[in-house]
Every structure is written in C-alpha cells, then in structure tokens.
C-alpha cells in the first residue's frame, strides 16, 4: 500500500483547517480568547437602534405636562393663600371699623362734610361713647351715685381719636334720661350711667372701598335687637336707613371724615 503524500493538497486542507482551530506546532492557543470571540459580530457589524422621532416626541410632551402642572399648582397654591388672606385682613378691616363708627351710628349722628360742622354736644356724646363702647373705664372711679367719673381730658381724647387731631370741645352736659352725660365744671369729670342701654343703632358695613388711604364705607343702620338677632341667628333684615361713611387711615389710625345720606336701595 503506497503512503500518502502529505503535500497534496488535501493534506494541506486538512492541515490549515487543524492549525486553525488548535493553532499550528509551537503555537499555544488561546481557548479563552475563542470561546469570548465566539458569537461576536465585527464593530462595523454592530448597529444602535434609533428611537422614532415620534416616541422623542411624546416624551417630550409629557415632560413638559408634568412641569406645567408643578407649575400649575405653585400657581394656585400662591393664589389661593394670597386670597385667602385678602379675605382674612378684609374682614379683619370690616370689623375694625364697625367698632369704630359704632359711637357715631349709635348716637345717630347727623351727616355732615367737615368736622367743624358737627355740633359741640354731638361731638362729646359721640366721644363719651367711644369711651364706653370700648370698656375703657376700668379704673374711673364712681360718685356717691354710682356713677363713673370720666375726666374731661380722657373726652378730649377720644374726641380727637374720633373727628382728627384738630378737633376741640366746649365740655358741657348732654344727652338724656339715661344716656345723660352730666359735666361737673368744678371737678372736670363726667358722670355716666353705669348701666347704658339707649343705643339709636347698630351698624352693618355692605361695602367697603379705598382710595389714597381714604376708605368710603357703605353702612347700614339696624335696631341693635334686629342686629342681634341678624347676627346670631342668619336673619335677613331690611335696614332703616343707610349712610356712606369716609374713613381717612394713616399709620393704621383712623379718622371718620364725613357722613352722609344715601337712598334705600342703593
């Protein structure tokens, strides 16, 4: 039997396909290296997949809802806070100047443009019901009667908080029966009633607008019982008369500047 040539071309093919797989004599091959080579595609074979231009699209859309709902509700939050504190000083304001005008409504007084309009006697009423309205005779001390003892200084006072810092009286007794306020000359007081109930109204303030720190009061004028009644219990009731009051506020100090008519209605 003949031996083969080993240089026949199918040798050869033997050979390399051999030299291939387990490198040539004198190679040591490198398994680790095949086994990780295997099932790899060259680099230039590799390819990213692109995203749709309409999938950046939506998300795009749906980052910018999100952020304009964050904003959104800053918005609202803010907006309601600021609201609500309007609302709060507002009604805070309201009820500073019922309190205020309380002495002229429940006095009646008469309407009038100027301060040097008001009668002397209407001014010191108004001014010792201030006083009174306020509970602000803790410490006056009462005559043989009972009677508190209001100095004439305190009236000046209060007259001034009332009608401005120019306004001065020309003390004498007012009023009457038991809203009599009687001046004892030699002593400078005023001798009160202890027990007040002659109150002509009660008032109740609709509208309210400013002006250059000028505040126009629309006020209506209730019986005190009727305005208890309103209060407590959600009452609707139609009032007997209403006044448009002008407030001047400086420094959070208020001066009522006039008083005058307005129709029913309005």
Same mark, same amino acid.
């Given at each position: 039997m003949s031996k083969k040539n080993k240089n026949s071309?199918?040798?050869?093919?033997?050979?390399?396909?051999?030299n291939e797989l387990f490198g040539?004599? /004198?190679e040591t091959p490198d398994i680790e290296t095949d086994i990780t080579d295997l099932g790899q595609q060259p680099e230039e074979d590799v390819k990213v997949a692109r995203i749709? #231009?309409?999938?950046?699209?939506?998300? /795009?859309f749906a980052i910018f809802?999100?952020?304009?709902a964050v904003v959104g509700f800053g918005t609202c939050i803010r907006f309601s806070v600021v609201g609500v504190k #309007?609302?709060?000083?507002?009604?805070s304001l309201k009820n500073e100047f019922t309190r205020f005008i309380l002495p002229a409504v429940a006095t009646d007084i008469s309407p009038y443009q100027n301060e040097s309009e008001i009668p002397n006697s209407v001014k010191i009423n108004c001014s010792i019901w201030h006083i009174l309205l306020e509970e602000n005779y803790a410490d006056y001390r009462s005559d043989v009667a009972g009677e508190y003892l209001i100095p004439e200084?305190?009236? /000046?006072? #209060?007259?001034? #908080?009332?009608?401005g810092g120019d306004s001065t009286l020309d003390h004498q007794t007012v009023g009457y029966g038991e809203a009599r306020f009687t001046y004892d000359a030699e002593r400078h007081v005023y001798s009160c009633p202890r027990s007040l109930r002659n109150l002509s109204y009660a008032p109740r303030i609709t509208d309210m607008s400013i002006n250059d720190g000028v505040y126009?009061?629309?006020?209506?004028?209730?019986?005190?019982?009727i305005s208890m009644v309103a209060d407590n219990l959600g009452v609707e009731t139609d009032p007997d008369k209403i006044m448009e009051y002008t407030i001047s506020r400086v420094d959070k100090k208020n001066t009522l500047v006039s008083v005058k008519f307005l129709e029913l209605g309005r």
């Open positions: 071309p199918r040798e050869k093919h033997n050979e390399e396909i051999i040539s004599e /004198g749709p #231009a309409k999938q950046k699209f939506y998300f /795009g809802i999100v952020v304009m #309007a609302l709060v000083e507002n009604t200084y305190d009236v /000046g006072v #209060a007259c001034k #908080a009332l009608f126009v009061l629309r006020v209506e004028y209730l019986p005190p019982s």
